[in-house]
């Protein structure tokens, strides 16, 4: 049950796009549509964006978007805004019933 | 507005135990599953149980398997996590978490609402 694995940091300037990237294996990201992405902003507790590899959760934005292909999931910010700057997770079902997270994305608007 | 508030949190020494609850309110209890996820210090998020809507199913990772137990009591809409054999590598805030799936078992889709947490620490 190892952690996905997350880039440490992204970052961008307002009105870009940044992407993302959440590796895992054949054992939970590759092989289970139950991918969900959370935005968590300090001090807060984490919240919804993304679930079922690219749905949305209501009341979210649709500059957040999210795809997978193979073993990776992404997630895509658009039109980069300043309250956008959290720590983003990624999670995925795993084999024998269990839950898996990612390390956590910095993601800093420049 | 759904609402979730956990407590029982607090300092222990290692091999302690500790229950924690979490109080739920304005959503049909028992129909989602509930879980815990818990956050040490300036690390990541760390899933750490999950019992099905109708309490007959639990989930656990490795870390914490033969250590914790899940429970709900669906006529108080409380969820418990009884912590045994407490490390210091337990320490953490943690946070009780509603399933966005309302089939009662399926939870790795998601979780939609978040309490706020409460810290446990554990001293060695």
């Known amino acids: 049950q190892s952690a996905l694995t997350q880039p440490a940091s992204v970052s961008g300037s307002p009105g870009q796009s940044i992407t993302i990237s959440c590796t895992g294996t054949?054992?939970?990201?590759?092989?289970?549509?139950?991918v969900s992405w959370y935005q968590q902003h300090p001090g807060k507790a984490p919240k919804l964006m993304i679930y079922d590899v690219d749905k949305w959760p209501s009341g979210v934005s649709s500059r957040f978007s999210a795809s997978k292909s193979g073993n990776t999931a992404s997630l895509t910010i658009s039109g980069l805004r300043t309250e956008d700057e959290a720590v983003y997770y990624c999670?995925?079902?795993?084999?024998?019933?269990?839950?898996?997270f990612g390390g956590g994305t910095q993601v800093t608007v420049l | 507005e759904v609402q979730l508030v956990e407590s029982g949190g607090g300092f222990v020494q290692d091999g302690e135990s500790l229950r924690l609850s979490c109080a739920a309110s304005q959503f049909v209890f028992n129909t989602y599953a509930m879980s815990w996820v818990r956050q040490a210090p300036g690390k990541g998020l760390e899933w750490v149980s999950t019992?099905?809507?109708?309490?007959?199913?639990?989930y656990y990772p490795d870390s914490v398997k033969g250590r914790f137990t899940i429970s709900r009591d669906n006529f108080k809409n409380t969820v418990y996590l009884q912590m045994n054999n407490l490390r210091a590598e337990d320490t953490a805030l943690y946070y009780c978490?509603?399933?966005?799936?309302?089939?009662?078992?399926?939870?790795?889709?998601?979780?939609?609402?978040w309490g706020q947490g409460t810290m446990v620490t554990v001293s060695s």
């Open positions: 978490a509603k399933a966005f799936d309302d089939s009662g078992y399926t939870y790795e889709r998601g979780f939609d609402f």
């Open positions: 054949s054992s939970d990201v590759g092989t289970y549509k139950s």
């Open positions: 999670s995925s079902q795993a084999r024998r019933s269990t839950l898996v």
């Open positions: 019992v099905s809507g109708r309490g007959d199913g639990t």
